[in-house]
T-cell receptor, first 111, second 113 residues
Framework: LAKTTQPISMDSYEGQEVNITCSHNNIATNDYITWYQQFPSQGPRFIIQGYKTKVTNEVASLFIPADRKSSTLSLPRVSLSDTAVYYCLVGDKAAGNKLTFGGGTRVLVKP | NAGVTQTPKFRILKIGQSMTLQCAQDMNHNYMYWYRQDPGMGLKLIYYSVGAGITDKGEVPNGYNVSRSTTEDFPLRLELAAPSQTSVYFC????????????FGQGTRLTVV
């Protein structure tokens, strides 16, 4: 399974865009990149998933460069309720879909 | 659909006691997972299952056992509870195809005293 590296924490202010970059230098050809969000005292929640280029949904955008060795989760115009831990996962069905989580990035949105 | 349901939500165990954490999903998912999360830390995979009758160890399986007799249920058994097992336990499930979207339960907060 590809190992991922994320910043431990980030601070932001309401209305700003937050970008969290995840490094996965040994990503395999069949691996997808998935991001989860976790609020205190809750289980993680799926945000977005991608394989290459750019993916956008109602919550976030995911940017993946051509070499796929990193990815960036972009949260537009954050609010206080976006304060959470964000996890980057890299995996593939062939690897047994173990869904291995790293330490995540703790994002604090300030007023 | 209820999604992933975990019971109980809270439990206090004495050292040496045993208990089973229940997890059920109604989405007909093949893959199910058990994680533990210590305060301020990420999730550690305990055990996972790719289908009924098939289970495998994750990163931290010692002190736990699982079974998967049906697609819906994936109970986690703690034998001889120890203070180091004080944690929040999350169960999750997914289809297990190329996408890795998993759905998580609300967690069981376990304290061993």
């Amino acid at each position: 399974l590809a190992k991922t590296t994320q910043p431990i924490s980030m601070d932001s202010y309401e209305g700003q865009e937050v970008n969290i970059t995840c490094s996965h230098n040994n990503i395999a050809t069949n691996d997808y990149i998935t991001w989860y969000q976790q609020f205190p005292s809750q289980g993680p929640r799926f945000i977005i998933q991608g394989y290459k280029t750019k993916v956008t949904n109602e919550v976030a955008s995911l940017f993946i460069p051509a070499d796929r060795k990193s990815s960036t989760l972009s949260l537009p115009r954050v609010s206080l309720s976006d304060t959470a831990v964000y996890y980057c996962l890299v995996g593939d069905k062939a690897a047994g879909n173990k869904l291995t989580f790293g330490g995540g990035t703790r994002v604090l949105v300030k007023p | 659909n209820a999604g992933v349901t975990q019971t109980p939500k809270f439990r206090i165990l004495k050292i040496g006691q045993s208990m089973t954490l229940q997890c059920a999903q109604d989405m007909n998912h093949n893959y199910m997972y058990w994680y533990r999360q210590d305060p301020g830390m990420g999730l550690k995979l305990i055990y996972y299952s790719v289908g009924a009758g098939i289970t495998d160890k994750g990163e931290v399986p010692n002190g736990y056992n699982v079974s998967r007799s049906t697609t819906e249920d994936f109970p986690l058994r703690l034998e001889l509870a120890a203070p180091s097992q004080t944690s929040v336990y999350f169960c999750a499930s997914s289809y297990g195809d190329r996408d890795t979207e998993a759905f998580f339960g609300q967690g069981t907060r376990l304290t061993v005293v």
